[in-house]
């Protein structure tokens, strides 16, 4: 069975940098882009980009580019999303999904909780 | 970008009714459109791709249509395990976007 495993809940000070992770099993990952998804508290979905772990193209939303990098581990099916400084703004959960045919989020991660207060 | 706008925000229906939610683009894309149901604590769930192709494991209940820059989602016969948020999303540019969300309770 297809399944996406997020990393832990983080709980961060401003301007601390993170690493947060998503592992696919049941598939072959390198076949599949995997994209990201935030989820203010309250808010309803946004789509941050995706990234496609055989050559790392990656395709960001211009709203959150800069602010995030996205990444892929070939070796351990980990795909990463990563923030420099982190704002009490990026306080959110963040989902991320396989993207089926390069169109839709097919399987979804769990989620991993992000909280920045100082 | 492409604008997503649903409606209606909220909706409360008995179990039985036949309920609509309605999710309108601000240009037209030929149907790449999925509709996703997100329960309370829970991660997403694909529920139509491709604006009317239905997921597997999705109850037939669960019907899409649409085309041009207006699309729905009709649960035939709601059930106390569809209250949910439901939201489109489109896949025909980047950025990818979704609708803001239509709340439906029970």
């Known amino acids: 069975d297809v399944e996406l495993v997020q990393s832990g809940a983080e709980v961060k000070r401003p301007g601390e940098s993170l690493r947060i992770s998503c592992t696919g099993s049941?598939?072959?990952?390198?076949?599949?882009?995997i994209g990201w998804v935030r989820q203010m508290p309250g808010k309803g979905l946004e789509w941050m980009g995706i990234?496609?772990?055989?050559?790392?193209?990656?395709k960001y939303n211009p709203s959150f580019q800069g602010r995030v990098s996205m990444s892929t581990d070939k070796s351990s099916n980990t795909a990463y999303l990563q923030w420099g400084r982190l704002q009490a703004s990026d306080t959110a959960m963040y989902y991320c999904?396989?993207?089926?045919?390069?169109?839709?989020?097919?399987?979804w991660g769990q989620g991993t909780l992000v909280a920045v207060s100082s | 970008d492409i604008q997503m706008t649903q409606s209606p925000s909220t909706l409360s229906a008995s179990v039985g009714d036949s309920v609509t939610i309605t999710c309108r683009a601000s240009?037209?894309?030929?149907?790449?459109l999925a509709w996703y149901q997100q329960k309370p604590g829970q991660a997403p769930r694909l529920l139509i791709y491709?604006?009317?192709g239905l997921q597997n494991g999705v109850p037939s209940r669960f019907v899409g249509s649409g085309s041009g820059t207006e699309y729905t989602l009709t649960i035939t016969s709601l059930q106390p395990d569809d209250v949910a948020t439901y939201y489109c999303q489109q896949y025909k540019s980047y950025p990818w976007t979704f609708g803001q969300g239509t709340k439906v309770d029970i």
């Open positions: 240009q037209i894309f030929n149907n790449w």
């Open positions: 990234t496609h772990p055989h050559d790392s193209d990656t």
């Open positions: 491709k604006a009317s």
């Open positions: 049941g598939y072959s990952f390198t076949n599949y882009w």
């Open positions: 999904g396989r993207v089926y045919g390069g169109n839709y989020f097919d399987y």
